[in-house]
């Protein structure tokens, strides 16, 4: 069974400063992993889609990669601002199957 | 181009009633799946529909049923609610199955709360 696990649960960092979120996955034979945000109370807004084959993607800000071997991925944000505060989640597929996602890391970026 | 809607946004329902929540998918997209979650929590599956048909289900009791129409939109139904069930519904659309390229894109949710 696909376990995904998000450390740390929490983070605060003062504004400005570059950060790095952790992810791992029990399965290796993943097709894809996705990085989401979520604002309280609201939905999921897809930040980055890293496909079995890449190592990783590049948003604006965000870096996402992907070590199948070691059942990992990071999300670097860079120069984080206020407006990143929320929790983000990652989540991971295997073929076919429906999304396995963490718990989620929620971020506070203080001014 | 409109995203994935859900709704309501808000219910607020009485123990042992029912609920029907509804999706729109992304113009195109073909699959639905639902997700529940509880606060604190990752997002937990429930169903996965494809082409109208339920392709995956995940552990919920059968108290939870779900039916996607020739439309692509989709309705989760939940009969004789429990405390439990409280929590935000979060409907995601995707194009296709299957495929490494499969991208997910989830509605606002709708938060039920069963009193």
């Known amino acids: 069974k696909q376990e995904v696990t998000q450390i740390p649960a929490a983070l605060s960092v003062p504004e400005g400063e570059n950060l790095v979120l952790n992810c791992s996955f029990t399965?290796?034979?993943?097709?894809?992993l996705q990085w989401f945000r979520q604002d309280p109370g609201k939905g999921l807004t897809s930040l980055l889609l890293i496909q079995s084959s890449q190592r990783e993607q590049t948003s604006g800000r965000l870096n996402a990669s992907l070590d199948k071997s070691s059942g990992r991925s990071t999300l670097y944000i860079a120069a984080s601002q206020p407006g990143d505060s929320a929790t983000y989640l990652c989540?991971?597929?295997?073929?076919?199957?429906?999304?396995?996602f963490g718990k989620g890391t929620r971020l506070s970026v203080i001014a | 181009d409109a995203g994935v809607t859900q709704s309501p946004t808000h219910l607020i329902k009485t123990r042992g009633q029912h609920v029907t929540l509804r999706c729109s998918p992304i113009?195109?997209?073909?699959?639905v799946s639902w997700y529940q979650q509880v606060l604190g929590q990752g997002p937990q599956f429930i169903f996965q529909?494809?082409?109208?048909?339920?392709?995956g289900r995940g552990n919920f009791p059968d108290r939870f049923s779900a039916r996607q129409f020739p439309n692509y939109s989709s309705e989760l139904n939940v009969n004789a609610l429990l405390l439990g069930d409280s929590a935000l519904y979060l409907c995601?659309?995707?194009?296709?199955?299957?495929?490494?390229?499969?991208?997910?894109?989830f509605g606002q949710g709708t938060r039920l709360t069963v009193v």
């Open positions: 529909y494809y082409e109208k048909e339920e392709r």
């Open positions: 399965d290796s034979a993943i097709y894809n």
């Open positions: 989540a991971v597929r295997l073929g076919n199957t429906p999304l396995v």
């Open positions: 995601a659309s995707s194009f296709r199955q299957g495929a490494t390229n499969t991208e997910a894109f």
């Open positions: 113009s195109g997209h073909k699959s």
